[in-house]
């Protein structure tokens, strides 16, 4: 039986031509209204850390996000705006530095607006016929059983799949492409994150020797690049998750004063062309309206939505902190009062009328000797150069004060322990930054999600299914005399694609 179904596979995968892209991206539908989210799934090789991904019409850009990458899978949420003009919309994606790939026609309604892409919509008297009721595919099998629907790997080997369960009507004509004809690329070279690049802008740009990035509230996020001669800089960074600020510091201009860091764009805005003409009609508006209400009800959070591990983990990885928390201790009004009867390790001098702060190096202990060395000072983990700011800080807005008594490098300068002001708000609240310290709203890789609805009702992006094994979906939630469609993508180990989509009456 195992012989015939590699053969039939082998067959199979055959029939499809083998697709010259670098990914294959899946959703969980093919059709949304404005104000829902796509399900993203993506399946590349090793080696990459994100994949940029955009929602593109002849009219531009509507919407974009990233997805952080592990071992060749990763998964994400693209957000349709609420202004997002009814019509047919295409994804690509693209590996940071590479080139984009045609992904699948995503169809978008906006029921709040009437406005259009251009050119783009065709009204037309009859709707797309009904779809059929079939299954199609290889390497997997599905039972229909009467709460749930059984997925069983046949291929032989491990896989890695992502699993949609959705509502079929009248408002999805695409037909939706599958990962048949995908050929895994060979790995590339590891990356640990996203590369951000920027430049150095203004009058004292020349006297800068590098950048610092950090993101408030992070212990992870912190990192810093060099500045080449054209004044142009790259970090290799960690992925950072979500929207978040993004302090960018340019170092060796705090005298000059008259630099600051400006952010190129990470996102390519490839146009397309090429778009089939989205069909409307009349017969849609009762498909149209139980979108509409699906969307509200999700927005109203009564939808599961679960979020999927991302990268974690302690500001040195390997240190921990001695950590003090001032509501232990009697609040003092002044930095400095903190420091001298709270905290031992640290201590604030002058040197040449700046104020300046040291902490303990603890091999030092021994000898009974105290040695004190150069700090760096944090809020929130970003890193302040004028210590000044530190000194005028308001201490009643600190939550905890961590020291971290280890020698630590940022880029050229190494500091023989870092202390870290964490606030009651996390987002360096009442610090006063130089002009020269600029703060960028950051678009970081979306968060993957494992989310259930009225119309998705289900979405499982990462999903590792053993040779042999299966997995159960739900289909208690399913509406009486609707018809669904299943959909299951995914690779092997060895990179052979998997694909089954079955259509069925409820």
């Known amino acids: 039986m195992m012989k015939k179904i590699l053969t039939a596979l082998i067959v199979l995968a055959a029939a499809f031509p083998a697709m010259a892209q670098d990914m294959y991206l899946a959703t969980d539908k093919a059709c949304y209204v404005a104000g829902e989210s796509i399900g993203c799934s993506v399946f590349c090789a090793s ?15 509507a919407a974009r996000t990233k997805l952080a990458l592990s071992g060749g899978r990763g998964a994400g949420m693209l957000h349709i705006p609420f202004g997002t003009p009814t019509g047919n919309y295409r994804i690509l994606s693209y590996l940071q530095d590479g080139s984009p790939v045609s992904g699948p026609v995503i169809s978008v309604y906006n029921t709040l607006t009437i406005d259009r892409v251009k050119g783009g919509v065709e009204v037309v008297s009859e709707a797309a016929s009904a779809p059929q009721l079939m299954e199609t595919g290889y390497g997997l099998s599905v039972d229909v059983k009467a709460d749930s629907l059984v997925i069983r790997n046949l291929s032989g080997a491990a896989a890695s799949v992502c699993v949609s369960l959705y509502r079929e009507d009248s408002l999805q004509p695409v037909s939706r492409p599958s990962i048949a004809g995908f050929k895994l690329p060979a790995a590339s070279e590891p ?34 690049a060099e500045v080449q001669e054209d004044g142009s800089f790259c970090a290799d960074t960690e992925n950072i998750f979500g929207d978040v600020d993004l302090v960018c510091i340019p170092v060796g201009v705090e005298k000059s004063r008259d630099a600051y860091v400006v952010l190129d764009q990470p996102f390519l805005g490839a146009p397309v062309s090429g778009l089939p003409k989205l069909e409307i009609c009349r017969s849609m508006e009762p498909d149209l309206l139980r979108r509409t209400a699906a969307m509200r009800e999700r927005l109203s959070a009564d939808t599961l939505a679960v979020s999927l591990p991302v990268r974690g983990g302690h500001f040195f990885l390997e240190h921990e902190s001695i950590s003090y928390e001032l509501d232990d201790y009697t609040r003092f009004p002044t930095m400095e009062e903190v420091f001298v009867e709270i905290i031992p390790q640290v201590k604030l001098r002058r040197r040449g009328g700046e104020p300046h702060i040291y902490v303990l190096i603890p091999p030092s202990v021994s000898d009974g000797i105290p ?95 053993p040779a042999g094994a299966s997995v159960s979906v739900p289909v208690d939630r399913a509406a009486a005399g609707a018809v669904y469609t299943l959909s299951v993508e995914g690779l092997t180990a060895a990179g052979v694609p998997l694909y089954l989509r079955k259509t069925f009456l409820r």
């Open 47 to 61: 080696g990459p850390s994100v994949a940029m991904v955009e929602l593109v019409s002849s009219d531009g850009p």
């Open 191 to 224: 990356s640990d994150g996203e590369r951000i690049r920027g430049r150095i802008e203004g009058a004292g740009a020349a006297f800068a020797t590098g950048v610092i990035l950090a993101v408030p509230g992070s212990k992870t996020d912190c990192y810093h």
């Open 371 to 465: 040695r004190w060395g150069d700090a760096v000072v944090m809020v929130d983990g970003v890193p302040v150069p004028d210590q000044r700011l530190i000194e005028s800080y308001d201490p009643a807005i600190v939550k905890t004060i961590e020291v971290y008594p280890c020698r630590y490098r940022l880029g050229s300068a190494v500091f023989d322990g870092v202390v870290n002001l964490v606030t009651f708000d996390g987002r360096m609240p009442g610090l006063l930054l130089p002009d020269y310290i600029r703060i960028y709203g950051f678009h970081g890789c979306s968060i993957p999600r494992v989310f259930e609805g009225s119309e998705t009702l289900l979405w499982s992006p990462l999903v590792d299914i």
